[in-house]
């Protein structure tokens, strides 16, 4: 049985690096194509061993840098990866365990040597792209400032001072709920005893300022959702209205975008997400579960890349945050629980 899995596992690696060495940079489909690949056989793979599992992110790694023309040395990045790919092979063909994982160890750090080379000689520009940005971030909702405090780190005084002005903005002129306006207001409070020195900056300040402005967006929702509706239109009204809203949404995708295979990316991804629900609920009763942690965030890691691949930026970011969150909870800075647990379930 084993044997004839490492030989299914052999045989997809194969195809995948047949088809990796021959790729063109202006080729998008091809390369979306061997990257839904990939995506799908490291998370086939992140069950055998650490190092295949980390080989094959860098290689994916690669391919999106290759997608996005960032690297000065494209075909160099395919070549490594490729050694990369043909030392997994090895691995699961070979006796000598051991030696084929010290093999994999080493053509992986030679594709991260090549893929540094390129991130260092951009590394400064992007910086300052990314401060630039995080300057400029619009805070028009509790769910942007919850966002945000995700990313913020004890010491970040800027970051807790731009959470507290958006509050402040928040909650003098959008109609919050009685009990919504109160949660805000002490998440400003304890903002304003932070940045006054008032009070110890920790992990546990910011997730009690997590839990509060969750409990706002909760409390908000829970408001909307009791609201009398307006009488509802009729069939035809929705079917017209729904032309022009779905010729507006389709904007949002690339220009060449494969029908095809954004069609097979939305059936995988809701079968990741309807996984990643289950795993939630079972962690609002045991928060500490690694293993439905490790589910969710394999999730939004998966939909994160194969979205970036398919060019449909708006999902990749949100992903991408969502990742940044189960990270921060698998490595336990924070618990899955709260508000915390709510932004990972609203994602």
Same mark, same amino acid.
């Given at each position: 049985?084993? *044997?004839?899995m490492?030989?299914?596992?052999?045989?997809?690696i194969? +195809?995948?690096?047949a088809?990796?060495?021959?790729l063109?940079?202006?080729?998008?489909?091809?390369i979306?194509?061997?990257g839904?690949?990939?995506?799908?056989?490291?998370s086939?793979?992140?069950?055998?061993?650490?190092?295949?599992?980390?080989?094959?992110r860098?290689?994916?790694?690669? @391919?999106? /840098?290759?997608?996005?023309?960032?690297v000065? =040395?494209?075909?160099?990045v395919?070549q490594?990866?490729?050694?990369?790919?043909? #030392?997994?092979? %090895?691995?699961?063909?070979?006796?000598?365990?051991?030696? /084929?994982?010290?093999?994999?160890k080493?053509a992986?750090?030679?594709?991260?040597?090549?893929?540094?080379?390129?991130?260092?000689?951009?590394?400064?520009? *992007?910086?300052?792209?990314?401060?630039?940005?995080?300057?400029?971030?619009?805070?028009?909702?509790?769910? !942007?400032?919850?966002?945000l405090?995700?990313?913020?780190?004890?010491?970040?005084?800027d970051?807790?001072?731009?959470? %507290?002005? =958006?509050?402040?903005q928040?909650?003098?002129?959008q109609p919050?709920?009685?009990?919504? #306006?109160?949660l805000?207001?002490?998440?400003?409070?304890?903002?304003?005893?932070?940045?006054?020195?008032?009070?110890?900056?920790?992990?546990?300040?910011?997730?009690?300022?997590?839990?509060?402005?969750?409990a706002a967006?909760?409390?908000?929702?829970?408001?909307?959702?009791?609201?009398?509706?307006?009488?509802?239109p009729?069939? /035809?009204e929705? +079917?017209?209205?729904?032309?022009?809203?779905?010729?507006?949404?389709?904007?949002?995708?690339?220009?060449?975008?494969?029908?095809?295979?954004?069609?097979?990316?939305?059936?995988?991804?809701?079968?990741?997400?309807?996984?990643?629900?289950?795993? @939630?609920?079972?962690?609002?009763? !045991?928060p *500490?579960? /690694?293993d439905a942690?490790?589910?969710?965030?394999r999730?939004?890691?998966?939909?994160k890349?194969?979205?970036?691949?398919l060019? @449909? #930026?708006?999902?990749?970011?949100?992903?991408?945050? =969502?990742?940044?969150?189960?990270? %921060?909870i %698998?490595?336990?800075?924070?618990?899955?629980?709260?508000g915390y #647990? !709510?932004?990972?379930?609203r994602?």
């Amino acid at each position: 049985m084993k *044997e004839n899995m490492n030989n299914e596992i052999v045989d997809k690696i194969g +195809n995948i690096r047949a088809k990796l060495v021959n790729l063109q940079p202006d080729d998008k489909d091809s390369i979306i194509e061997v990257g839904a690949a990939l995506e799908q056989a490291e998370s086939e793979l992140s069950e055998t061993t650490a190092v295949v599992g980390e080989a094959v992110r860098l290689c994916l790694e690669a @391919l999106q /840098a290759f997608y996005e023309q960032t690297v000065s =040395a494209p075909q160099l990045v395919l070549q490594s990866a490729s050694e990369v790919l043909a #030392a997994i092979e %090895r691995y699961f063909t070979s006796e000598d365990s051991a030696n /084929a994982e010290e093999e994999i160890k080493q053509a992986t750090s030679r594709l991260a040597d090549v893929l540094q080379q390129d991130t260092s000689q951009n590394s400064a520009s *992007e910086l300052e792209q990314d401060t630039s940005e995080s300057q400029t971030w619009t805070l028009t909702t509790l769910d !942007d400032v919850a966002a945000l405090l995700l990313q913020a780190e004890p010491g970040d005084v800027d970051k807790l001072a731009q959470i %507290r002005d =958006a509050l402040n903005q928040i909650a003098s002129t959008q109609p919050l709920s009685t009990s919504s #306006a109160d949660l805000v207001a002490k998440a400003i409070s304890k903002l304003e005893e932070a940045l006054n020195g008032d009070t110890d900056v920790n992990d546990e300040l910011l997730t009690e300022i997590g839990n509060l402005i969750g409990a706002a967006m909760e409390d908000e929702e829970m408001t909307y959702m009791s609201e009398p509706s307006v009488s509802e239109p009729s069939h /035809a009204e929705i +079917n017209n209205q729904d032309a022009s809203e779905q010729l507006e949404n389709t904007q949002s995708l690339p220009a060449d975008a494969d029908v095809d295979l954004i069609r097979d990316f939305v059936t995988e991804s809701s079968e990741y997400i309807q996984k990643a629900e289950a795993a @939630l609920l079972a962690l609002e009763t !045991d928060p *500490e579960n /690694a293993d439905a942690i490790n589910t969710v965030f394999r999730a939004f890691h998966t939909i994160k890349g194969t979205s970036a691949f398919l060019g @449909l #930026a708006f999902i990749s970011e949100l992903a991408h945050r =969502a990742e940044s969150l189960l990270s %921060r909870i %698998r490595d336990g800075e924070i618990r899955c629980a709260g508000g915390y #647990a !709510d932004l990972a379930l609203r994602s």
